[in-house]
Every structure is written in structure tokens, then in C-alpha cells.
């Protein structure tokens, strides 16, 4: 390589202060930490924001234009699931119900419960079983709790076991599993469309939402144009993902706090590192000049302070990503309700940061470095 030795000059100035060269890493990986451990946060709320869509799978989802999130949905007359039902390009549609309700369990305490009511024909959306049989919903009062975080707040409910919904006898027919967990920290209990509506009062409109599956995916902005002159709105999967993550980023205050949590993470992380570094090249400055005066030119010494500023930088950024990962592993291990994840974008905001982190410093460095003349290490 053209310019080894020089980099490798620079390698040695960068990890002859040990103490220096540690206290670089400590501040850039404490930054990548706290901006990681803010963002990961954030994604798994986002996460388990929308995990009702998630675990439904449906396609195209048609509500009322006012839904924020898909467990606070508008109620839309019966209707509409025919008016649907008979749009061009729609292969079929069924409706579904979300609502939340009281449970007296058989201690005699109280529960918020989560109730999802599933076509009666299809099961469409129904979740996977881990104990006992999808086609057991059909018996008499018949629920199937989903095994989640929330799942003791049943009082380890097994399949027999029985409560009590708004004076209606309710069984526990099965244990399921879904792909995501819920955020409002409420049990899910899954049972027919009929029976949901039936035991939780409701207003004269009982459909949550109508689920339908596209002939083709050309059609669906044909089925959006032709819901909307019905006076609803018809969204895609990742379409209300991105409304709900839409609703906590910026009409809530949970994205603005994490938004000021992770600038104050990208400041704390300059100030250090920046810092550290012009402290490191001022103390330098004779090493930079006699280097000139050996004939280094202006380019190498940047080059050699733009390879020492990096490699700190993404030793540091490794460093953060692997204390968080594992802070995240435990915690996810022994918390039930810790909703963090990484993610390939807040793994990105990350680095961008270090990277920004880098180059102000670098600049720092560099001019610094490059004011320094060579006679000036002869002077006493």
C-alpha cells in the first residue's frame, strides 16, 4: 500500500497513550451505546405499536378514516363488508372484531383483555395453536388465550379453565403463540366474530375492520379509489404499520422525547471524543512537525489522521453495538415486558452519527496538525 507506513505511524501515535486511546473508545462507545439503547427502544414500542397487524396478516385493511391505531378502531355498520364484498378486484373479504373488555377470573380479581373476534367461516387471522385445536373456537363460550408476556396475568390459565365476561361463561379451548407481542399490556383472547359481539357490548355498529385479499396486486389502488368513495380508507400491511408508527412519531410525545434523547447521546459522544482527540493532537503537534520536516506532505497527515479518527470511530461503534446487544439479550431474556430490538435503520442512525462524530473531529485534528511548522520543534 502506497501509504502503510504513514498510517502505520499513526496507529502507533494513536495506541502509545493507552490511557488516551481508551478514554477515545469509552466516550465514542458510550454514545453509540445511549443513541442505540434510546432507538431500539423506540423500534420495539413501534413493534409491538402495530403487532395486531402483524399477527392478523391480512393484506388490505378497511376502517374508518379517524383509526389511529389498530386497537382503538371506529366501529363501521354491516354494510359496508357486503359493499366491499362486491368491488371489483376484491378475491374476498371478511370482517373483524377488536375490542377490549373486563374478565373476572375465577380468583375473583378483575383483567383487561384484549378480545378478537374472527370470521366465524374463514378463521381468517386466526393465530398458531400450541395447545389444543384451531376448530375447538366453535364450542360453547369457547376463547383461546394467547401465551405472550401478558399471558400469567390469566392466572396461568390452561385449556378448562373459565372466566367470567360481562355475565357470560368463557372457557379457555386452546393456548396460542402470534409473531408479535402486544404494548398495552393486556391479554389477547381470540374467539368467533359472533360470540365477540355477542358478549361485549357494543354500539349499534359492531365490524372493527374488513380484511379482504386482492385478485391481483394491479388491483388494489383500483379497491383504495373505490373504498374511499364508500368514505373509508383501505390500507396495505406496511401502509398501516407506517400510519401507527406515523401516530407515536409525531402526534404523541414518545417521538419527540426520543428524538431530544438521542441528540443529547450524539452531543454527549462529540464533546467526549472530539474533545479527547484535539487534546490528543495538540499533544502531538511536535511528532506532526518533525514528520514534516522528514518530508511527510499535508495529504498524508491528513490521510494518517482520517485513518486514526476511523479506526477509533468504528472500534468505538462496534463496541456500543456489542454492549447493546447484549444489555438487549439479557434484558429480553429476563424481562418479559422489555420491548427493545435492533433494527437495520436505528443500527444505520448509529453509525451515521459516528461517522459525523469522526469527521468533526477529524476536521478539528487536521487543522490543527496542518498549522504546525516543522522549525517550530526547534524552537525553545
Keep these: 500500500m502506497k501509504h502503510f507506513g504513514i498510517l502505520r505511524i499513526g496507529f502507533k501515535l494513536l495506541t502509545n497513550d493507552r490511557v488516551k486511546f481508551s478514554a477515545l473508545l469509552v466516550g465514542i462507545t458510550f454514545s453509540v451505546f445511549l443513541m442505540m439503547q434510546v432507538t431500539a427502544m423506540f423500534a420495539g414500542i413501534l413493534n409491538r405499536a402495530y403487532s395486531t397487524v402483524t399477527n392478523i396478516g391480512a393484506e388490505i385493511w378497511v376502517m374508518d378514516p379517524a383509526v389511529n391505531t389498530a386497537t382503538s378502531s371506529i366501529p363501521m355498520p354491516d354494510y359496508l363488508l357486503d359493499a366491499v364484498r362486491s368491488l371489483k378486484g376484491v378475491s374476498y373479504a371478511v370482517p373483524l372484531y377488536i375490542g377490549s373488555a373486563q374478565v373476572r377470573l375465577v380468583s375473583g380479581s378483575y383483567q383487561s383483555v384484549i378480545v378478537i373476534g374472527l370470521d366465524d367461516n374463514s378463521l381468517f387471522g386466526r393465530p398458531e395453536i400450541e395447545e389444543g ?3 375447538d373456537i366453535y364450542a360453547e363460550n369457547s376463547f383461546i388465550v394467547v401465551n405472550d408476556a401478558d399471558f400469567l396475568k390469566m392466572e396461568n390459565a390452561k385449556i378448562g379453565s373459565t372466566f367470567e365476561l360481562n355475565d357470560h361463561r368463557g372457557v ?4 396460542a403463540r402470534v409473531a408479535s407481542n402486544g404494548l398495552n399490556g393486556a391479554p389477547t383472547l381470540y374467539t368467533t366474530y359472533s360470540r365477540a359481539v355477542e358478549y361485549i357490548p357494543n354500539t349499534r355498529f359492531t365490524i372493527s375492520y374488513v380484511l379482504l385479499k386482492p385478485k391481483t396486486t394491479s388491483s388494489i389502488s383500483d ?3 373505490q373504498v374511499a368513495d364508500l368514505g373509508y380508507v383501505a390500507y396495505t400491511k406496511d401502509e398501516f404499520n407506517q400510519h401507527i408508527a406515523d401516530y407515536y412519531i409525531y402526534k404523541t410525545g414518545v417521538g419527540t422525547n426520543i428524538l431530544l434523547m438521542t441528540v443529547i447521546s450524539f452531543i454527549v459522544g462529540l464533546s467526549i471524543s472530539g474533545q479527547i482527540f484535539y487534546s490528543f493532537i495538540v499533544e502531538n503537534l511536535e511528532k ?4 514534516k520536516a522528514i518530508g511527510a506532505k499535508a495529504r498524508e497527515l491528513i490521510y494518517m489522521i482520517l485513518f486514526m479518527v476511523g479506526f477509533t470511530a468504528l472500534t468505538g461503534y462496534g463496541l456500543g453495538i456489542g454492549l447493546v446487544t447484549l444489555l438487549i439479550s439479557i434484558a429480553r431474556a429476563k424481562l418479559p415486558y422489555y420491548a427493545a430490538i435492533t433494527t437495520f435503520w ?11 462524530i469522526a469527521g468533526i473531529s477529524s476536521y478539528v485534528g487536521i487543522r490543527k496538525a496542518l498549522k504546525i511548522e516543522p522549525f517550530d520543534i526547534f524552537r525553545g
Excluded: D, P, Q, T
Design 172 to 175: 379457555i379451548s386452546g393456548i
Design 288 to 291: 506532526f512537525a518533525a514528520l
Design 223 to 225: 379497491i383504495k379509489a
Design 133 to 135: 385445536r384451531i376448530e
Design 346 to 356: 436505528n443500527l444505520g442512525i448509529a453509525l451515521g452519527m459516528v461517522v459525523v
